[in-house]
């Protein structure tokens, strides 16, 4: 069952498109966006061989991580992308979210947390969703956080040879369901 593109209020994640490659190159090669994520920069074939990869997956796929473009609504352009993991019992997920360093601070980052949140626990038996970040990743731990992800455990760890503190948040189905009913 194929509920992509999945339509947010100026977002949607959709498959990657063979005319996404000059975006994802941009912001892929971009070192100021990939500074605090777990992936190196990426070469120009780098992302070719990326995007037909993903092209070529239906989404959801259990144990694996695949990635879903994140473009405009209203003109389809990319603005990142999101990174989703479901375990082989698609009893748990995770994501990461890469956002074009040109679109950062726009709120763009929130709309894709909430997104995928919702994307999971709509079209999957998920019932916990974890997301890591860098504790210096301050525009993503308040992404998480005004999501409703609570932040379960903090972990040194070493990214890019640095050693940082990973912060990891979840969500699980049922505090959603509270803090709809509630709310």
Same mark, same amino acid.
């Given at each position: 069952m194929n509920h992509l593109p999945w339509r947010l209020t100026r977002l =949607?994640?959709? !498959?990657? *498109? &063979?005319? %996404?490659? /000059? *975006?994802f190159y941009h912001y892929r090669s971009d070192p100021r966006v990939a #500074?605090?994520?777990g992936?190196? !920069?990426?070469?120009? /074939?780098? $992302?070719? &061989?990326?995007?037909?990869?993903q092209r070529a997956l239906t989404f959801p796929k259990a144990d694996s991580w695949q990635q879903l473009a994140v473009a405009r609504l209203d003109d389809d352009q990319l603005l990142g992308d999101v990174g989703i993991w479901l375990a082989d019992d698609l009893s748990q997920a995770e994501f990461g979210v890469s956002i074009t360093y040109n679109a950062q601070g726009q709120g763009y980052g929130g709309e894709v947390v909430n997104g995928v949140i919702a994307?999971?626990?709509a079209t999957? !038996?998920? =019932? +916990?969703?974890?997301? $890591? &970040? %860098?504790? +210096?990743?301050?525009? $993503?731990?308040h992404a998480?956080? +005004?999501?409703?992800? &609570?932040?379960?455990?903090? #972990?040194?760890? =070493?990214?890019?040879?640095?050693?940082c503190e990973e912060l990891q948040f979840v969500i699980s189905r049922k505090e959603v369901r509270l803090h709809v009913v509630t709310a």
């Open positions: =949607q994640l959709r !498959p990657f *498109h &063979t005319e %996404d490659l /000059a *975006h #500074r605090l994520q992936w190196q !920069p990426y070469s120009l /074939a780098q $992302c070719e &061989t990326f995007i037909a990869e994307l999971l626990f999957t !038996p998920v =019932q +916990r969703i974890i997301a $890591c &970040t %860098d504790k +210096r990743n301050s525009a $993503c731990i998480l956080s +005004r999501a409703g992800m &609570t932040l379960e455990l903090s #972990r040194e760890a =070493q990214y890019k040879g640095e050693i």
